[in-house]
C-alpha cells in the first residue's frame, strides 16, 4: 500500500460535507433559463446516465492521477469512506450546470468555491497544494469536459464534427464560474494540456480501489455486476493509453468484446429511455417545453 490508506480502509479523520446537496427542484423558477439551451448537444450528452456514469469514472481517474488532486480530494472530503455518494453528488452538480436555473447554479457553485478555498495541503511526498491552483482547477474542469464527451461518442452515439465543436466551445460560462482560466475547446487542446502533465503521473493503490467499488455495483445493487464490471473497464479504455500506462492499469482492465457490445447496448437503452424525475425532462417543464425534447 503506498502513500494513503485504501478506500476499504481509510484513516480516521474529519472530513469537510459536500455543500452539493444531492437533489435540486429542476422544476423553478419557471421560465428561468440554464446555461445550456435545449437543442444544446450537452442536453443531449448529460441526459445519458451511462455516458455519465463511464465519463465520470475516467474523469475522476485522470485527475487521481495527479497526487496535489489526489491529496486534496482524499484528505479533505469524504471520498475515503463514501465515494460512490460524492461522486453522485459531483454528478448533480455538473446536472445543475446545464439543466439547473442559472440563479441555482451561481449559488450552487459560489459555495462548491467557498468550501475549495478552505483545501491545502501536502501530497506525501512535501509538495504544497491548494484546490484554487488555476492548473488544478482547469484541470479537473477538462477531464470533465473530455470523460462525458468521450463516453457518449464511444459507447452511445458517435457526435458529427459539428457537434462536437459545439461541445467543446459551449461550456466556457459554467467553467468560468469555478474560477477556470483555461478551457479546452477541442479534444486536440486537451491533450495537450494533458502533455504538461502527464510527467506528473503515477500509478496508486486509491486508484485501483476505487475501479473495485465502481466494479462491485454498490452504487446500484440492483444492476447486475457483470455490468458494473463491463462499465467500469469501459470507463478505463476511454483513457488516453498514455495515461493508462502511467496509472499502470494492466490487461485485467481491458474491455472485451462482449463487453463492449452489452455496454454500448444499455447505453443506447439509456438514450431513449425517457425519465420524469430526471433533470432535463424537469428543465424542459420549467421553460414550458414538452418534457421529452431532450430525447427527442
Known amino acids: 500500500m503506498n502513500e494513503h490508506a485504501s478506500i476499504a480502509n481509510p484513516a480516521t479523520k474529519t472530513y469537510q460535507k459536500s455543500s452539493t446537496p444531492t437533489k435540486f427542484d429542476f422544476t423553478k423558477p419557471s421560465g428561468e433559463e440554464a446555461y445550456h439551451a435545449p437543442?444544446?448537444?450537452?442536453?443531449?450528452v448529460f441526459k445519458n446516465s451511462i455516458a455519465m456514469g463511464i465519463g465520470g469514472v475516467a474523469a475522476v481517474l485522470l485527475e487521481f492521477a495527479d497526487a496535489r488532486i489526489r491529496s486534496g480530494v482524499w484528505d479533505h472530503s469524504v471520498y475515503p469512506v463514501d465515494p460512490i455518494g460524492r461522486s453522485q453528488r459531483t454528478g448533480m452538480a455538473a446536472m445543475l450546470g446545464v439543466y439547473g436555473p442559472q440563479s441555482m447554479a451561481r449559488k450552487v457553485i459560489g459555495g462548491v468555491n467557498r468550501m475549495?478555498?478552505?483545501?491545502?495541503?501536502?501530497?506525501?511526498?512535501?509538495?504544497?497544494?491548494?484546490a484554487l491552483d488555476p492548473e488544478l482547477l482547469d484541470w479537473v474542469s477538462a477531464t470533465a469536459q473530455y470523460g462525458f464527451v468521450t463516453a457518449y461518442d464511444r459507447y452511445v452515439h458517435?457526435?458529427?464534427?459539428?457537434?462536437?465543436?459545439?461541445y467543446w466551445?459551449?461550456?466556457?460560462?459554467?467553467?468560468?464560474?469555478?474560477?477556470?482560466?483555461?478551457?479546452?475547446?477541442?479534444?486536440?487542446?486537451?491533450?495537450?494540456?494533458?502533455?504538461?502533465?502527464?510527467?506528473?503521473?503515477?500509478?496508486?493503490?486509491?486508484?485501483s480501489d476505487f475501479l473495485?467499488?465502481?466494479?462491485s455495483g454498490k452504487s446500484r445493487p440492483q444492476i447486475p455486476t457483470f455490468i458494473h464490471k463491463a462499465l467500469a473497464r469501459a470507463a478505463v479504455d476511454i483513457l488516453p493509453p498514455v495515461v493508462r500506462r502511467r496509472l499502470e492499469l494492466g490487461k485485467e482492465w481491458d474491455i472485451s468484446l462482449p463487453e463492449r457490445v452489452l455496454v454500448k447496448f444499455v447505453a443506447r437503452l439509456a438514450d431513449k429511455k425517457v425519465?420524469?424525475?430526471?433533470?432535463?425532462?424537469?428543465?424542459?417543464?420549467?421553460?414550458?417545453l414538452p418534457g421529452d425534447i431532450a430525447w427527442r
Do not use: C
Not at 437543442?39 to 443531449?44: A, E, G, I, Q
Not at 466556457?172 to 475547446?185: F, N, Q, R, S
Not at 473495485?212 to 466494479?215: L, N, P, T
Open 116 to 130: 475549495h478555498s478552505k483545501v491545502s495541503g501536502e501530497t506525501p511526498k512535501g509538495e504544497a497544494y491548494t
Open 169 to 207: 466551445t459551449g461550456g466556457d460560462e459554467v467553467a468560468k464560474l469555478y474560477g477556470v482560466t483555461e478551457i479546452p475547446h477541442s479534444e486536440a487542446e486537451f491533450l495537450t494540456m494533458m502533455e504538461r502533465l502527464v510527467p506528473r503521473f503515477e500509478p496508486h493503490q486509491i486508484n
Open 39 to 44: 437543442d444544446s448537444v450537452h442536453w443531449k
Open 275 to 288: 425519465e420524469s424525475e430526471h433533470p432535463a425532462y424537469q428543465a424542459a417543464l420549467r421553460l414550458g
Open 158 to 166: 458517435r457526435l458529427s464534427d459539428q457537434e462536437k465543436h459545439a
Open 212 to 215: 473495485e467499488i465502481v466494479s
